[in-house]
């Protein structure tokens, strides 16, 4: 990982945090739920990357990518997340939260996001705590997008680090 220099990376606004001190907190808030979550960092961070992948950032995209190798993820997995419906070496329960992360983001012109069907089979998987964990994995995706579409941290670079001066 590089430092941001005048001619390198850049992000499109300053840290948010001299701004809004308070977001520390809230951000911590859901680091911390997430790091004591009933289900499997892996599966967190898988949906993540589903999630960055749909919003089309670049920053999300890259830094799940890095969190999955960081706990020993194969390249294969971590490639296959963009067409996880074809993969084979996903589990039933990565499967499901992969399928809720993409009914959660993407419209759906016809009815419900998340029709009952949905909810049923990720239930046959995770109890209210986990159902609970991928709905606060979800929300810190949530959160950060609009920081991660229109400010632009730098992608790669870690926290306090990922916004020019």
């Known amino acids: 990982m590089s430092t941001p220099t005048p001619t390198g990376p850049r992000s499109r606004m300053p840290s948010p945090l001299p701004f809004l001190p308070e977001m520390a907190e809230v951000g911590e808030g859901l680091h911390k739920a997430l790091r004591n979550s009933a289900i499997p960092a892996t599966t967190i961070a898988l949906l993540q990357l589903r999630a960055g992948q749909l919003l089309g950032s670049t920053y999300f995209t890259i830094r799940e990518t890095a969190n999955l190798r960081g706990i020993g993820e194969s390249q294969e997995r971590i490639t296959a997340v963009a067409t996880w419906r074809d993969a084979t070496c996903f589990t039933a329960a990565e499967r499901v939260a992969l399928e809720l992360v ?64």
Not at 105 to 124: C, I, K, Q, W
Not at 136 to 161: E, N, V
Request: net charge negative; no cysteine.
């Open 102 to 165: 993409e009914a959660v983001l993407t419209p759906n012109p016809s009815g419900e996001r998340v029709p009952d069907e949905l909810y049923a089979r990720a239930a046959e998987h995770y109890d209210d705590k986990a159902m609970w964990s991928l709905i606060m994995a979800i929300a810190h995706i949530g959160f950060f997008t609009p920081a991660a579409l229109i400010a632009k941290p730098i992608p790669g670079m870690p926290p306090g680090q990922n916004y020019s001066a």
